[in-house]
């Protein structure tokens, strides 16, 4: 397990962008398939995008998709979600996780074994 830290969440307006960014506590995300999830108030914690270790396979929530996109970005060691046209449902604790792997990310929460503390990010309307 590493130790993940989220940054860039915040209070938005509806149709704002944001951009969170997943960092590994003194060290790189190199050699690690990176995801993020989010967790609204009473709901599951539910999977947003990933990537893989080299950047090439991303794979998106559909409910998402056409607003989001993942990316590492590696001069400053970190994997970003970048969301456009912020929802009030997009209202969440916003969580980074990892793996140490050469396979193509996956959506289940339970295949990562390194979290981050979560960035809440709140949308009002």
């Known amino acids: 397990q590493v130790h993940l830290v989220e940054s860039g969440g915040g209070l938005m307006q509806a149709g704002d962008s944001l951009t969170l960014s997943c960092a590994r506590s003194?060290?790189?995300?190199?050699?690690?398939?990176v995801a993020w999830f989010r967790q609204a108030p009473g709901k599951e914690r539910e999977f947003v995008a990933a990537v893989n270790l080299d950047g090439v396979k991303m794979r998106y929530a559909d409910a998402v998709r056409d607003r989001v996109t993942i990316s590492r970005e590696n001069a400053k060691n970190t994997v970003d979600l970048r969301m456009t046209a912020l929802e009030p449902e997009d209202t969440a604790v916003y969580y980074c996780?990892?793996?140490?792997?050469?396979?193509?990310?996956?959506?289940?929460?339970?295949?990562?074994?390194?979290w981050g503390q979560g960035t809440q990010v709140t949308v009002s309307s």
């Open positions: 003194g060290a790189t995300l190199q050699n690690y398939a």
């Open positions: 996780a990892a793996r140490h792997t050469s396979f193509p990310p996956s959506r289940d929460k339970d295949w990562y074994d390194s």
